[in-house]
């Protein structure tokens, strides 16, 4: 079984309507979850952290989290074309000195 | 802000040479800075952990011989590949952790190893 876990995509959603995307991960002792942007051949820019159940929204961006269910989503309102991305979910296991383990992103495409 | 930089931005080698790579962390001192790598459309895969002042922890299956790292001072960590060869050939990416949970990536370092 993976240890986290996204759906590759493409995602393709109109420009100004809201994107929708998910992530599982398998290591219930997972304790922050972090959502970043990675265009093409450049590096991840961090967009949310999420370390408690319920919802964290910044701006335009909503991170949700649910521990039970082991279930991580990112809400993008008003889309942009800027925003067309893989977005990658990642998942420190806790201790202040972990690495992230990434899931595979998913590809979003906002179509103006 | 919270600026990550290394150095060089991409570099190509000869098979068997070893090429270092830096990472600075410009704005904030960085207990914690992490190595990982990117073969492409592939995701991140943490390589090792570097902290200030002691020996890195490396992932299974990370050769520590082959990826030498030194984190020699809160703002500064190498990564050393020695003896490379074609399929070390990677997009490597540093990170540093700034307070408890954020941490900011580089630019990353794109090596082709001939």
């Known amino acids: 079984q993976k240890e986290v876990e996204q759906n590759s995509g493409p995602l393709s959603v109109p420009e100004g309507a809201i994107a929708s995307l998910n992530c599982t991960y398998s290591?219930?002792?997972?304790?922050?979850f972090f959502w970043y942007r990675q265009y093409s051949g450049k590096s991840p820019e961090l967009i949310m952290f999420?370390?408690?159940?319920g919802d964290k929204e910044d701006g335009r961006f909503t991170a949700q989290l649910n521990k039970a269910s082991q279930y991580v989503s990112l809400l993008i309102r008003d889309s942009q074309p800027s925003d067309s991305a893989t977005y990658l979910c990642?998942?420190?296991?806790?201790?202040?000195?972990?690495?992230?383990?990434f899931g595979k992103g998913t590809h979003l495409i906002i179509q103006p | 802000g919270a600026v990550v930089s290394q150095h060089p931005s991409r570099v190509i080698c000869k098979s068997g040479t070893s090429v270092k790579i830096e990472c600075r962390s410009l704005?904030?001192?960085?207990?914690?800075m992490f190595w990982y790598r990117q073969f492409p459309k592939q995701s991140l895969m943490l390589m090792a952990t570097?902290?200030?002042?002691?020996?890195?922890?490396?992932e299974q299956g990370v050769e520590k011989d082959k990826f030498l790292i030194n984190h020699a001072s809160l703002t500064l960590s190498t990564l050393t590949v020695t003896s490379a060869h074609p399929e070390d050939s990677s997009f490597y990416i540093c990170?540093?952790?700034?307070?408890?949970?954020?941490?900011?990536f580089g630019p990353g370092t794109r090596l082709t190893v001939t």
């Open positions: 999420i370390y408690s159940n």
């Open positions: 570097s902290n200030e002042g002691s020996k890195a922890t490396y």
């Open positions: 704005d904030f001192q960085a207990t914690t």
């Open positions: 990642a998942v420190e296991k806790g201790g202040g000195a972990d690495g992230l383990t």
């Open positions: 290591d219930r002792g997972s304790q922050s």
């Open positions: 990170s540093a952790k700034k307070r408890t949970y954020e941490q900011y």
